[in-house]
């Protein structure tokens, strides 16, 4: 099980590596209806300094730049003000076994997002549930604040995260968490996103059962930590993604104990049901904190997506 931690990584990094490789072009679009691809070495609010394979370095006015039409505003929930302009995603996935043996396995993932010129937000949360043979196995809830603060055209940017996570079958219930750092938007495209971060923060455990309170010992456990985190989105088709994400937060208290997360996923569009997708995926968890038991959390899942 150790070596997923380092498939998950490398598996994320390489998706870097070859988004990098093959997103090596931009392209401008004029008025007049030509497209000019190449790099672009400067851009303002008069003009774009494009370098062109052939016609070498051209300065393009925006003025004569044709203008992306913009999508219309999402509405809101159920037709209120409530998440007006937020992309929205449900997800949900169940099954289960009766005879030999007794299983049900379920799941549950909500994806919030939105970009404007100068934020970029996303909350996610998820519920897992798993119960075989009258044993609970897993019984977790995730959620997940993520916010950006952009200034283009500059690709660097600060954030701010937050997190909660309860969790009744872990050596803990409770786990808060807030971190604050620089991120750095490698490739921004709407084929291509790759984003990586990096910062600090405190992670707090809340009903530890590690620690005995008969002995005097506290059962909140504190951890100031260091983060690091990548994250690529690869929109290869029309209605066709690929992305990963991993998370590496290092307990600067008990180094060099550590919390990783990673995750990977395939979500493909259903053509006969507007917004309706299907999705793969697989997650994992590791915290060297925990005793052998509960270091690891490996999870396989199949969901049906409605985007709204």
Known sequence: MRISVAVFTAWTLLFALFAGA???ADTVELKSGEKL?????????????????????????????????????????????????????LAAGASGSSGKSN????NVDLN?????????????????????????????????YTHDFLF????????????????????????????AGVGYEFIKSDEWEVIGRAGGGIAQTLDDRRNDTTQG???VRTEPNALAGLQ?????????????????LLDLADAPNYRSESRAEWK??????????????????????????FKRELRYYANLVYDF
């Not at 939105?114 to 009258?134: G, K, W």
């Open 268 to 293: 493909l569009a259903v053509g006969f049901v507007e917004g309706m997708a299907f999705k793969l995926g697989t997650s994992f968890i590791y915290d060297s904190h925990e005793v052998d038991k």
């Open 112 to 144: 919030l997002n939105r970009e404007t010129e100068r934020h970029r937000m996303q909350y996610v949360a998820r519920y897992n549930f798993v119960r075989a043979s009258h044993d609970t196995t897993e019984d977790a809830f995730d959620t997940r």
């Open 103 to 106: 299983e049900v396995n379920a």
């Open 152 to 179: 283009p055209p500059s690709a660097w940017f600060p954030f701010l995260t937050a997190s909660y996570r309860l969790d009744t079958q872990q050596e803990y219930l409770h786990r808060l968490g807030a971190n």
């Open 22 to 24: 093959t997103a090596f």
């Open 232 to 248: 690529a989105l690869w929109n290869y088709h029309e209605g066709q993604s690929l992305s990963a994400n991993t998370l590496y």
């Open 37 to 89: 691809e190449g790099v672009i070495l400067e851009k303002d609010d008069y003009k774009i300094v494009l370098q062109h394979d052939v016609l070498g370095r051209i300065e393009i006015p925006t003025t004569e730049i044709k203008k992306p039409e913009k999508k219309p505003e999402k509405p809101g929930l159920f037709g209120t003000w409530f998440l007006r302009g937020w992309n929205k995603s």
């Open 217 to 219: 010992k506290d059962p």
